[in-house]
């Protein structure tokens, strides 16, 4: 069990592993009912995923980033020290495991019921050796009053209000079942100031954290009064509270019940609904539980519905305190929402509205426009290149210098490349028809592709794959050699080794003047040695040069993770550099074409092979 006897507080935040968004969204709202500084969710774990999920904080919507791993949402969020697992009986234990390897993560809860048992006693020894806590297998978790709520615990906020959970109490609870923990909750409320924390330690035969040491950890805590005990028949937790209390460990008020008192009345062995709730021998009934934990000391009631009138006297005993008068609010505790203002932020979850747009890039609110959070008049101010406005509108970072200037470098290399390629053609036709310039230009622009301009893409995919998974340049000739596939970035249908493009050189003089490393360009020079020797051009082109350059501009600013290195790449952000820099040449072209007044084009006849049937 974890050394500390808090778990959680009003500042912890969890990481939510293959999370379910209404269950996120349930412990947002909590939050905000219960006004808490920061959301309680910093990050969701969908293992190969990646991008953003829209929930509420309050009336606001927030983006909640979902990460492929939980090392990368661990990494990004060193803060959020519990993880609540949502995995499959068949995933949940290696994705403990790995949650008990990573040193931020200081409590786990493992919602998934039918963990194999052999896997929970190698958790329970493995979390026991780090000191760290895993709630669970197959518990609905827990809730700190007015400080934190683990998935659905306690059921609807409406419940969760009504109870008085928006602010601390003085009592304790620990159950193996959620359903009954609610029940319980209730029943607590309405007879003593409340509940402090509940711990629903799970159904299944094996809890990582048992009974008793949920019991050890309150009487630990100096705000708990008395402590609840929900039992049920099956298993040998309970005897181990009543060593407790029979060594006088526990020093705290025990109030306790196990309930399926009713099993006696059947002739065979019982299932009740968990794993571990099944009637067997004599010393696993709930009636003998009951009467050994009343002989070790704890309050136990006739029956279940004396229990709650068990639980204020006991209370009242305890603190001097009376229990709250039905029909009124829960005492005011000093730093948590009273009750009228707990009825005001409910009142926010029904004005709230979805949006159907989401903008992260720039906002045109206010007194002046803003690129990535900086005004424009501070761009102008500090005197920003346009580099510099392509960093935060692309990339939502302000890239050193040498980066931008690197970005401008390469618009003015490729702004045009002649009338002859395909996209500068396809412009002057649309032109000479007579067409507007945004016609011409889309005209030009829908050619970029595979076969023109969209080489970059493929060029910086080879690099990076050469680059990261450690593949010789030898073996990527090879190997792209064996597929038929022609490696994007090398050949030119003009230049060769012995006429360089001199864009190239441009790009090189300029990365070896002022990168800190270029990694990606050497490699892809690695690989024009090779292919240069079955062809004098099959030469690094400017795309292979500006794919390979744009890699290493990216990972020499230590502004990017791994992941966005990868989405980069994904979402065609190198093509955006060609797209971006032809269109000026584009333009140019269609003004060119109305300036000179040029008639509708025609394809000559002789440019043609006309081919019938017979030929």
Request: glycine share 10%; hydrophobic share 40%; aromatic share 8%.
């Amino acid at each position: 069990m974890s050394s500390y006897p808090n778990l959680f507080s009003r500042s912890t935040q969890a990481l939510i592993y293959n999370y379910k968004i209404a269950t996120v969204q349930r412990m947002l709202d909590f939050d905000h009912v219960v006004a808490r500084p920061t959301p309680s969710v910093v990050g969701l774990v969908k293992p190969g995923g990646s991008g953003f999920e829209k929930v509420f904080w309050g009336k606001k919507e927030i983006l909640m980033p979902v990460y492929g791993s939980l090392e990368e949402a661990s990494s990004q969020h060193p803060q959020a020290s519990v993880m609540v697992n949502f995995a499959s009986a068949r995933s949940a234990t290696s994705s403990t495991f790995e949650a008990l390897s990573l040193p931020n993560l200081h409590t786990i809860v493992v919602i998934a019921e039918g963990v194999p048992e052999r896997d929970v006693r190698l958790l329970i020894k493995k979390s026991k050796e780090l000191g760290k806590t895993i709630i669970g297998p197959a518990t609905v978790g827990g809730i700190q009053a007015g400080a934190f709520r683990i998935g659905d615990t306690a059921g609807t906020i409406e419940n969760i209000v009504a109870c008085g959970m928006y602010r601390p109490g003085s009592v304790a609870l620990t159950s193996k079942s959620g359903g009954m923990s609610s029940e319980l909750y209730n029943i607590i409320s309405r007879h003593t100031d409340g509940v402090y924390e509940g711990i629903a330690i799970g159904g299944d035969t094996f809890a990582c954290t048992t009974m008793a040491e949920t019991v050890r950890r309150f009487n630990l805590i100096d705000a708990v009064k008395v402590i609840v005990v929900l039992g049920e028949l099956g298993g040998s937790d309970e005897y181990d509270v009543c060593k407790l209390l029979e060594s006088g460990e526990i020093k705290k008020p025990v109030c306790a019940w196990v309930s399926g008192t009713c099993a006696a009345m059947f002739k065979t062995e019982v299932q009740f609904g968990h794993a571990g709730a099944r009637s067997g021998e004599a010393a696993a009934s709930a009636e003998a539980k009951n009467n050994a934990l009343r002989k070790a000391g704890a309050h136990v009631p006739e029956s279940f519905d004396s229990f709650g009138e068990l639980i204020g006297k006991v209370f009242q005993d305890a603190t001097g305190q009376e229990p709250r008068v039905p029909g009124t609010s829960p005492r005011a505790v000093e730093g948590y929402p009273n009750a009228q203002q707990v009825s005001a932020r409910m009142f926010d979850f029904k004005t709230r509205k979805r949006t159907n747009i989401i903008s992260t890039i720039s906002d045109d609110r206010g007194d002046e426009p803003k690129y990535c959070n900086v005004t424009i008049s501070e761009i102008v101010e500090s005197k920003s290149d346009l580099g510099e406005v392509i960093s935060l509108l692309w990339f939502k970072k302000r890239l050193p210098t040498w980066a931008t200037k690197f970005l401008e470098l390469c618009i003015i290399l490729t702004a045009d490349h002649g009338p002859c390629v395909s996209g500068a053609h396809n412009t002057i036709v649309a032109a000479r028809a007579g067409k507007d310039l945004v016609s011409c230009l889309c005209s030009g622009l829908l050619t970029i592709g595979p076969r023109f301009g969209g080489a970059i893409d493929e060029a910086g995919q080879t690099w990076h794959r050469g680059v990261t998974q450690k593949i010789q340049p030898f073996d990527l000739v090879e190997s792209m050699k064996k597929k038929g596939v022609p490696i994007s970035g090398i050949g030119h249908r003009v230049k060769n080794v012995h006429n360089p493009d001199r864009r190239v050189q441009l790009l090189k003089e300029y990365a070896y003047e002022h990168f800190p490393q270029t990694k990606y360009l050497e490699y892809a020079l690695e690989v024009e040695k090779i292919t240069t020797q079955k062809g004098a051009n099959l030469i690094l082109n400017v795309d292979g040069c500006i794919g390979a350059l744009f890699l290493d501009a990216v990972v020499n600013s230590s502004m990017f993770t791994p992941r966005e290195v990868d989405e980069l790449i994904a979402i065609g952000t190198l093509n955006g550099l060609f797209v971006l820099a032809r269109t000026i040449g584009l333009i140019g072209h269609c003004y060119d074409q109305k300036r000179l007044k040029q008639n509708l084009y025609r394809h000559p006849w002789e440019d043609v092979m006309y081919a019938d049937g017979d030929e």
